[in-house]
């Protein structure tokens, strides 16, 4: 099985030229793949209708008992399908909603956690490697590059620990305005 790291030397000894051609491919494949999605919407959409018109096969009816018995089979075969979609979209909705929640909650922590370091005008290593802890405690809920710029924050940290004259307050309020931001999302 090919990992992140082969994949990355991969890409790494590609020539521009490969790596145009590579995205266009996965490019193309992307929208075959919705193109066949379509295709099997359509099919599953239009069976029904196959099927009943195969089964009472015959020029248009003149008689409304005919076209009601054909209302009732569609309405019974489509609401059954509707109500499966539907289901189906409450539950990936609901899955985003708790995704979504969970990454308000980790954010507001830790934004409280920095709130709670930068108060005291001597920032304490021990808060930072809490914060640092809590950081890496909520890795699976929090966007590659947010993590990156809390990382580089916690050793920011630590470097003013060692050195209160690279103390920055600018640094301190951008990292929170990009929690603020990032929790708004």
Sequence with gaps: METNKDRMKESSSMTKKEIRWDKKRK????????????????FIL????????????GPLSNDSSDWANFGSYIGG????????VLVYVTHLLN?????DSKRREVINKIYEKIEGITADDVYDINKVNEL?????TARIHINDVYFDELIRFTDY???????PSKK?????????????YYYNE
């Design 77 to 84: 075969v489509y609401s059954v399908v509707l109500t499966i």
């Design 27 to 42: 490019g193309l494949c992307g929208h075959f793949k919705i193109v066949l999605k379509m295709i099997f919407i359509l």
């Design 157 to 163: 940290l630590k470097n003013v620990i060692h050195d």
């Design 95 to 99: 899955a985003r909603s708790e995704k």
């Design 46 to 57: 239009l069976f029904p209708v196959i099927l009943y018109i195969n089964k009472f096969h």
């Design 132 to 136: 640092v802890m809590k950081i890496n």
């Design 168 to 180: 920055n307050e600018i640094t301190v309020e951008n990292i929170k305005r990009k929690l603020m």
